[in-house]
C-alpha cells in the first residue's frame, strides 16, 4: 500500500525535472553554438510540452513496429532458398555500404 504513492509522486517528480534538464542544456550548450536568449523554466517546460505533441506524444515507451511486420518477414525468410537468402544477403550489405 505504501508503494502505490511512489507510482503517482515518481512520475510528476520526472515530468517536473525534465524542464530543468532541458533549461540547463538550452542554456548551457545551444547558447554557446548559438546566437539564442536564456529561457527561464516556463519556457523550457512549455518546449517539452510542444516537442512532445509534435515528436511523440506523451508515450515513454519506445515506438512500436507494425504488428504485422515481424511475422512477415519471419515466414518470408524461413520460406527462403539458400541461394535467395544470399542474394537477400549481398542485397542489403550494398544498401548499408550505399548508405553509410
Known sequence: MRHRKYFIIFPILIFLSIPLIIMFLWNNVAIALFPLPLITYFQSLGLFILTRI??????????RKPPFAGR??????LNMSDAERERFKEEWKKRKNNCG
Open 54 to 63: 509534435l515528436f511523440g506524444g506523451f508515450s515513454f515507451r519506445p515506438p
Open 72 to 77: 512477415f518477414l519471419k515466414e518470408k525468410w
